[in-house]
């Protein structure tokens, strides 16, 4: 789908600083700029992966998206069935309205669920939250969802701390369901999960956005993960989006320094092929006091005079591929289809 009714979010420059302070009097020091000025449009049906090293703004997007937080500046212009609300600058009356139609899946099963409720009260909670129902009515459409998630209406009545680490995030996943959202924010769903449970929960998602037409952001760090799940995806550091394609294209050309950095560490299907993983130099910087430039270079091998005087902005590199690097088409970057597989 293509055009501007086809998009569910547009993302207009969002930012998101925390303050800073110093002393014992809490002085205001300066601004950690975890997002900044991230603009994106997002496509109903779609599954747009954000990956990054931590540190570099992934959760705090994902969280300012469905205003968990609230973003300093910018605007997320959610498609409400035809009716677009600013979610960013939306008042509590407004959000209260629209917030069924989005949720989080968290990446930790274990702390994300209440060991006080029952599965039951977990997952009824927000149709009776949101007013949609209550009774008898809410139990069933709680049963309906389980089984949809691959859990059973004997489930309903155990506590979370009952289950294992892959039950637990069906559980979650099945909250998420409750209300019939178009937008779920998957926050490294998986992460925390044993390796042997990881496919199951990825094909469970996959499966019931197909079968539910729902939206996926999936943030993670685990490129591999995002091949998977994801049709588009875009590179975070430091708070902007350095990277951003179609999945295919991404892991076919790699147009950006750090994503070459990122690909290298995935594991290669080819015992005969030596591993050139690129390692970084240095830390991911400090986002309170970013380099001058472009805020990759003290770490790229690429850079040039250039990258460190002025910051690189996103542009298309062919077919909707962009890139925030100054030399992006003349760099030869190793991409996993230049790998003899």
Not at 165 to 187: E, N
Not at 240 to 253: G, M, N, R, V, Y
Not at 274 to 281: E, Q
Request: aromatic share 8%.
């Amino acid at each position: 789908m293509s055009g501007v009714n086809s998009n569910l979010l547009e993302v207009n420059k969002l930012s998101k600083y925390f303050d800073v302070s110093k002393g014992a009097f809490g002085r205001k020091t300066g601004d950690l700029k975890a997002v900044n000025d991230v603009s994106f449009n997002l496509t109903k049906g779609e599954s747009l992966g954000i990956v990054g090293e931590s540190g570099s703004g992934k959760t705090t997007l994902g969280k300012c998206l469905i205003r968990a937080i609230q973003p300093s500046r910018g605007s997320i212009l959610f498609n409400n069935h035809g009716n677009k609300i600013d979610l960013a600058n939306a008042s509590n009356k407004e959000l209260r309205q629209v917030r069924k139609f989005f949720h989080m899946i968290f990446q930790d099963p274990f702390s994300s669920l209440n060991p006080t409720m029952t599965v039951l009260e977990l997952i009824k909670e927000p149709l009776i939250y949101n007013k949609i129902a209550t009774g008898d009515e809410a139990n069933e459409l709680v049963f309906d969802i389980l089984e949809e998630v691959g859990l059973e209406k004997k489930h309903a009545h155990r506590y979370s701390h009952a289950f294992s680490g892959g039950q637990r995030q069906r559980v979650g996943v099945a909250r998420s369901l409750i209300t019939k959202p178009q937008l779920i924010v998957c926050d490294e769903p998986v992460s925390a999960l044993d390796v042997s449970v990881q496919a199951q929960i990825l094909n469970l998602l996959d499966n019931l956005k197909k079968k539910f037409n729902l939206t996926y952001i999936f943030i993670s760090h685990d490129l591999s993960v995002i091949k998977h799940i994801t049709n588009r995806v875009a590179v975070m550091y430091v708070g902007k989006i350095i990277e951003i394609s179609e999945t295919a294209s991404l892991f076919k050309e790699v147009k950006h320094p750090y994503t070459e950095a990122l690909l290298s560490a995935v594991p290669i299907p080819n015992p005969s092929y030596k591993s050139k993983k690129i390692i970084l130099s240095g830390e991911i910087p400090n986002p309170v006091n970013p380099p001058s430039g472009c805020f990759f270079h003290p770490r790229c091998r690429y850079a040039r005079d250039k990258c460190k005087e002025e910051l690189p902005v996103l542009r298309d590199c062919g077919n909707g591929h962009l890139s925030a690097c100054h030399f992006a088409n003349e760099l030869d970057l190793l991409s996993p289809s230049k790998i003899p597989l």
